[in-house]
Each structure stands twice: as structure tokens, then as C-alpha cells.
């Protein structure tokens, strides 16, 4: 102590000193725990995944099959993410990060997921809900190659992988094995079956916000325009059952915002509404250089370096072509699961319409049957009604005649009373006149 220090502030620095590194030692405890938390979260994850995985190894060998890989599961060709050591960047940041990531144990190498705006789920739900009438339009509109493809069971983490390695210059992926895929609208075409028509997809007159059709498009959707969504727009298409002009734009206006682009939150971008006049129009436009387009401009915009990186563009139509081109075996056998559920899912439907027309024809014969039977009961109770009618009017007809008769009779018997009594009047007549003519001639005599 020196000369100028006092006892007391001394002891006044030694207790601050103590109450600092108590609090220190209390924080640095406090870190260590949440870090224990976050591995202890993140091991529980992992091992619950490959509990899964395992579950469906052993369901896939009771029935026979081969053996299912989990569809998160990395191949050599996927995203591969290593630990790098975090030099001036936050702590928060950095913990926040490694939570989008999930962890193989052993390797040391985190597997990183596309973080996506647009995604394929409404487009999905929308389209298994569709009637025979509406999936005949969307035939006919060109996109029938849609109707039954499982796009659900993409791999989720492939996206990544080749959204990192696609050179948007030009348009070109880099493959594992040192080959380069080319992203064409050609490609898009034969992967998709999308119209790929002489009509460019952006015309110069844009419909107007006050035109009819744009007006009951929109009047179909929520009056809050955040909540206009890839997943409301989906909602109102399985709702409602108009087969015309607004179910095509509403189809392929989700169709573009989930294979396409979308704004943000998954707000509905309206290029559709604002491209496509006419239903006839609609199987010549260039839907593929559209779906191509935002695959290079989407890219252009994305920047991995930041922690909210998400991403607005066609990750699964880039997805789709790489598992093409690539001959991903899996891909073919989802192709090929896809068939045999469209074929089962198609045989059902015949099925239920033969069913349907079986009812109605044996309904028909049944009102037949009994509208015959009505007939009859109705004719048997005409021709009753007839010969009472005829009975009624035979006993009428005996009635009247009698009744003739017997005026006749009555008429007569008064008539030969009348002849009797004018008879005798005459007579007496007569007599009296014979009596007065005989008294008058012996008056003469």
C-alpha cells in the first residue's frame, strides 16, 4: 500500500475486483452451458434422424425392397459445408448460422439447406386436388406433364450444392467428375414438358389493374396484400371448380411463383396476370426462357456471404435438371413410382366412373321400370274408371228411359181420360140436342 492509499480504499477495490470476477466467472458459466445446450439440440436432431432412417431400412427390408436412403442424405455430388473458424464475425451470428446447419457426425462436416422462398408445396397440393374437367384444361394448356409428378420427394439439400456451383455467366454447372451441364430453356423443356412456344412470354401492353379479368383475379384472393401467398392463391384454387379464363391464370400464376420466382414472405408476383391475354395464347408462349430467365437473374441477387440468405428463384427446376442429366438412379425411381401412382391413381378413376355409370343405368332402368308400373296401374285403373263410367251411364240411359216410358204412359192414360170425358160430354151433347129437337117438333105437332 502506498502512501497516498487509504485502508478503506483499498478495501473498496478488492471487493469490486472480487464482485467482477465472480460476475465473469458466473457469465463465462452461463456460455459454456448454452453451447452444452445448442451440441446437446443438435446431437438430439441427428441421432432422431437416423432413428428415421433406420425405421425405414427396416420397413424397406420386410417388403423386399432396396435398401431407402433418407432423401436429406448427402451423396459425394451434394453440399458439402466445413467448419471454418469464425474470425470477425459476432458470436450471435455465428451460433445463429450453425443452427441452419446439420451436423454428420465423425466427419466434422456440416451439411448445408437451401434457405428458399419459393417452394413446390402449394403448386403440389393444388394440383392433386384438381377435377377431371380442370386437368383436362391444364392438358390442354400444355402443361400436362405436371398433373402427376411427385415433385415433394426432391432431395432438400441438392439445391444448395448446385445454386453454389452454377456459374450464372454462362449458365453452367461444374460437375463432380470435371463435366460441365449447360442450363438451357431446351432442357428446362424436356425436363418440365412446359410449353416452349414462338411467343415471348413479356409483352408490351401489360394488362391494366382496372381491366375486368385483372379485377376478378384479384377478387379471388385476400384484400391484405401480404397475405396474397403462394399458399392462399393454392387454398382458393382447391376451393373453388370454375374451369375458365381465372383458373388458367390462377394455375399458372402459382405455377410461376413456385417453379418460378416470388417476392418476398412468398407475396405472388402477378407477370402472368400482367402477360397472358388470352387462353389461346397460352400453349405458345416461351414458358421455359421465362423459368430460365429467373433462374439466372435469382442467382445474380443471392448472397450466401450473409446469415439471412434466402433464396427467391426455381431451386427445383435446377434441381430437376442436374438429377436428370446426372442419371440419377433415385430420380428414375421416383419417375418411376410417380408412373405407377398416376396409372393406379388413373385405373381409379375409370374404375369410379364405370361404377358411376353402372348406377346411373340401373338407376335409369329402375325409374323405367317403375314409371312402366305406374303406367300400368294407371291403365288398369283407366279402363276400370271406363266401365264404371259406361255401367253409370248404361243405368242412367235405362233411368231415362223408363222415366219416358212412363211419362208416355201417363201422357196417354190422361189423354184417354181427356178423349173419354170430351166423349161424353159429346154425347150428353148430343142427347140434350136430340132431346130439345124432339120436344120442339112436338111442340110444331
Request: charged residues 40%.
Amino acid at each position: 500500500m502506498t502512501e497516498t492509499e487509504s485502508p478503506i480504499a483499498t478495501t473498496r477495490s478488492q471487493g469490486k475486483k472480487q464482485r467482477l470476477e465472480e460476475q465473469e466467472a458466473e457469465e463465462n458459466k452461463n456460455k459454456r452451458e448454452g453451447k452444452k445446450k445448442q451440441v446437446i439440440g443438435k446431437r438430439k436432431r441427428v441421432v432422431k434422424e437416423k432413428k428415421e432412417v433406420k425405421k425405414k431400412e427396416k420397413v424397406a427390408k420386410r417388403k423386399g425392397k432396396k435398401k431407402l436412403e433418407d432423401e436429406d442424405d448427402m451423396d459425394d455430388e451434394e453440399a458439402v459445408v466445413e467448419k471454418k473458424k469464425a474470425k470477425g464475425r459476432g458470436k450471435k451470428k455465428v451460433e445463429e448460422e450453425e443452427e441452419e446447419e446439420d451436423e454428420d457426425e465423425g466427419s466434422g462436416k456440416y451439411f448445408k439447406s437451401l434457405r428458399a422462398k419459393t417452394t413446390v408445396k402449394p403448386f403440389y397440393k393444388a394440383t392433386h386436388k384438381l377435377s377431371p374437367e380442370r386437368k383436362q384444361r391444364v392438358r390442354e394448356m400444355g402443361f400436362g406433364s405436371l398433373l402427376d409428378f411427385p415433385f415433394d420427394k426432391i432431395p432438400t439439400k441438392l439445391p444448395y450444392f448446385i445454386l453454389k456451383i452454377l456459374n450464372v455467366d454462362k449458365m453452367e454447372v461444374k460437375l463432380p467428375n470435371g463435366g460441365v451441364l449447360k442450363i438451357t430453356p431446351r432442357k428446362i423443356r424436356e425436363v418440365l414438358g412446359i410449353p416452349m412456344g414462338p411467343i415471348p412470354f413479356y409483352v408490351e401492353k401489360k394488362t391494366l389493374t382496372k381491366d375486368s379479368v385483372y379485377c376478378k383475379f384479384m377478387a379471388q384472393l385476400p384484400k391484405n396484400i401480404r397475405k396474397r401467398t403462394t399458399i392462399a392463391l393454392s387454398e382458393t384454387i382447391q376451393k373453388s371448380e370454375r374451369v375458365d379464363f381465372i383458373f388458367e391464370l390462377s394455375y399458372l400464376t402459382l405455377f410461376a411463383n413456385c417453379f418460378g420466382s416470388c417476392n418476398n414472405t412468398a407475396m405472388l408476383k402477378d407477370d402472368v396476370l400482367e402477360n397472358v391475354k388470352s387462353s389461346k395464347d397460352i400453349p405458345n408462349i416461351d414458358w421455359c426462357t421465362l423459368i430460365w430467365d429467373y433462374i439466372k437473374g435469382s442467382k445474380e441477387k443471392w448472397d450466401d456471404r450473409m446469415l439471412e440468405n434466402w433464396y427467391y428463384g426455381p431451386h427445383v427446376t435446377f434441381t430437376l435438371i442436374y438429377l436428370h442429366y446426372t442419371e440419377f438412379d433415385e430420380m428414375d425411381a421416383v419417375k418411376e413410382a410417380a408412373v405407377k401412382e398416376a396409372a393406379a391413381k388413373a385405373q381409379a378413376e375409370k374404375e369410379a366412373a364405370e361404377k358411376a355409370v353402372k348406377e346411373a343405368v340401373e338407376k335409369e332402368a329402375a325409374a323405367k321400370a317403375q314409371a312402366e308400373k305406374e303406367a300400368a296401374v294407371s291403365i288398369e285403373n283407366l279402363e276400370d274408371a271406363e266401365k264404371e263410367a259406361a255401367a253409370k251411364e248404361l243405368a242412367e240411359k235405362d233411368v231415362a228411359e223408363k222415366t219416358v216410358k212412363e211419362a208416355a204412359s201417363k201422357e196417354a192414360a190422361t189423354k184417354a181420360k181427356q178423349d173419354k170425358e170430351a166423349a161424353a160430354k159429346e154425347a150428353a151433347a148430343k142427347a140434350q140436342a136430340e132431346k130439345e129437337a124432339a120436344k120442339k117438333v112436338r111442340l110444331i105437332g
